[in-house]
């Protein structure tokens, strides 16, 4: 790589990483700024990131449903049931403003709900227990069939060709929705869950025999979320809350200031620290390392991840990693040079070489143990698995890719002062002696 050719590669490095940093905390003290005469209005890339209940206050319930009447809790009707429920709680609390609200499933029939910023939690509480309630209405607003005492079931199906949900009615079911649908051919009978429409399907025909099918070209999520939704409203699932909790928004803006302190704390001793033991080899990684930090920003911000006190967690963890990567490599540098007496450059080329193998078992295995704990753990360890995962793959890319530009962006300028990269710690003499 000639000068010139290096002084515009690290030029545009530079521009790039001090123009997405510049975009990253509200320089103007507001959460966005309006984007020059437009109607549009640019966010700042922090205070698009979600935070946790832990960090931004709020509250937290964990509620035991109520699977008596499928006698089993891990039966196929009872699981339909819970997803169905937690599908209609997350509609639920959208609808009423709750835009951050997190359900989620704990074991056989637990489900655990998180709201961060609330303040009514008395009246939140109230809203959650209630069963969801699923009616079928004609055009004037009259109820024609009741989910819990009409409907079997709603499942994905395919259908002449394409996806579609099927309602199969029970026997009082079949009669009334035969004669809603015989006296509303061409119109429309719409779906109601907790009085919100859901879809109005049209009718075509009398249906007679219990079978419905609602067609709409959906693909197979789009019905199978559809089917969940109506599945939920057809069960009598009733929330009792066994666990409750109120977090104080100034205890999570506590716990974020002193984890984005203990960020930063770290990251400056590790630039320090990397400097003072592999000079310019270090003072690379260092410039990788702040780059590695902005993409990650990025990433928690793009992958809209829900940063929590683990997540942050695994945040710093991941900088630990990002630069063990660089210790790998730089170590194998050091003994390319001191036990072969080859050149800085082939050296440094030998020790990418060599540590590639040790760092990519290393990083596979970590995201291999992050999906385990993504699939298996419970919600604080997931947190800590997501930002972890994220950290580990953004690592490897600016160890194994940006780390090496740099340096051999350093070695356009100068591949023959040892010095400058801490590798004269042995003379030619000494070594030639031995």
Partial sequence: MSKRKATIILSIIIVLLVTTALFIFPLNGEESFQIGKSNWDFFWVAGTIKLGLDLKGGMYAVY?????EFG?????AANRAMDGTIKNLENLLFSKGYREAVVTRQGANGIRVEVPDVSDTAQLMALLGEPAKLEFKDSSGNVLVEGTKHLDSAEATYYQGQYAVSLK????????FAEATANNIGNTISIYINDRLVISPT???AITDGNAVITGNYTYEQANELAIQISAGSF????????????????GQDALK????????????????MFLVYKGLGLAASLALIIYTTMFIYALALFDVQLSLPGIAGVI?????ATDANIVIFERIKDERWNTG?????????GFKKAMVAIIDSNITTILATIVMLLLGSIALRSFAITLLIGVVISMFTAIFVTRLLINIALAYNDVNERIYGLAIRSEEAFENE
Avoid at 260 to 271: E, K, N, R, S, Y
Avoid at 317 to 321: A, P, Q, R
Wanted: no cysteine.
């Fill in 64 to 68: 035991e449903a109520d699977l008596s």
């Fill in 72 to 76: 089993s809790a891990t039966s196929g």
């Fill in 169 to 176: 009615f029970n026997s009082s079911g079949t009669r009334a």
């Fill in 203 to 205: 009718v075509n025909s």
């Fill in 236 to 251: 009598d699932v009733s929330l009792t809350p066994k666990e409750t909790r109120t977090i104080s928004p100034t205890l």
């Fill in 258 to 273: 002193y984890g984005i302190i203990a960020g930063l704390v770290g990251l400056i001793v590790v630039v320090l620290i």
């Fill in 317 to 321: 963890l991941s900088i630990g990693m």
């Fill in 342 to 350: 080859r050149g800085i450059r082939p050296s440094i080329k030998g």
